[in-house]
């Protein structure tokens, strides 16, 4: 089947969302529960986890407000600014060398008006994967102003 710009749906509505993401859920689980059969019959398993009671049970409600974002208006602003001046004092005192000041405010920058998650650019305990190391000084690259 063929997908063109009409036939892709508008953006649903809290109610029709939910039946999407249920209907998701229920998708995932008989492909799950279907794999899991096979291992019962191949021998790898003694019995399908997804056949219990408890794993058929009604998913929980998600009734979180997505709209809210993580800093209200009021106190990205107000971060900023807090880091806007810190920036400029310290820029004013120390001239080229007031790096920290300085790379604080873009940190926060790129945090309040990038939309980037925490995800992607903390650091994850633990995770010695290539790319899980969080922005750091020694991962930019200078000259092209990025993060390989």
């Known amino acids: 089947m063929l997908i063109s710009v009409a036939t892709i749906p508008p953006p649903a ?66 971060l900023v600014e807090y880091t806007n001046e810190r920036a400029c004092e310290a820029i004013e005192e ?3 060398d007031a790096t920290q000041a300085v790379q604080e405010r873009a940190f926060v920058h790129v945090l309040a008006y990038t939309g980037v998650r925490g995800a992607e650019v903390f650091r994850v305990s633990g995770d010695d ?14 000259e092209s102003w990025t993060f390989p």
């Open 13 to 78: 509505s809290s109610l029709s969302s939910m039946l999407f993401v249920d209907r998701t859920a229920q998708m995932y689980y008989n492909v799950i529960s279907g794999f899991l059969g096979f291992c019962v019959r191949d021998g790898v398993l003694s019995r399908n986890p997804a056949t219990t009671d408890r794993a058929r049970e009604p998913l929980p409600r998600d009734d979180q407000d997505r709209t809210q974002q993580f800093w209200t208006p009021d106190v990205r602003r107000q």
């Open 129 to 142: 994967r290539e790319g899980r190391q969080g922005l750091t000084r020694s991962r930019a690259d200078r």
């Open 94 to 96: 120390d001239g080229l």
